[in-house]
């Protein structure tokens, strides 16, 4: 085993992570990394984002599996190489408002 990937593994079980999600996380930073025949620390925020658009377009990851491979590479970079790159730490959008105006919403369903 690598240093890296025992860092990693150390990293999420201090963050409590069960042993499947620590399984699928490796896994998924293990694919990465045989993407480009590299270590993932030597991989750069713009190969990072080829191959997350890679896993979307090409390979038609299922949103739910997407999601487990981005946030497995998210943990990786962010919680255990401890890089700061807008692709995996800027928010993505904003979530909207349930109501506009939460009066009128009310006032619809007395009306009714």
């Known amino acids: 085993m690598t240093e890296l990937r025992k860092r990693m593994i150390e990293d999420m079980q201090l963050a409590g992570l069960s042993k499947g999600t620590l399984e699928a996380y490796v896994r998924s930073v293990r694919q990465l990394a045989a993407h480009y025949r590299l270590s993932p620390d030597r991989i750069s925020e713009r190969q990072l984002r080829d191959y997350l658009i890679h896993l979307r377009d090409v390979r038609r990851f299922a949103k739910g599996t997407f999601q487990q491979h981005f946030f497995a590479i998210k943990f ?23 109501s506009v105006c939460p009066t009128s919403a009310a006032t619809g369903t007395a009306a009714a």
């Open 76 to 98: 990786f970079f962010v919680n255990t190489l401890g890089y700061d790159w807008p692709l995996l730490t800027k928010k993505k959008f904003a979530r909207p408002c349930a």
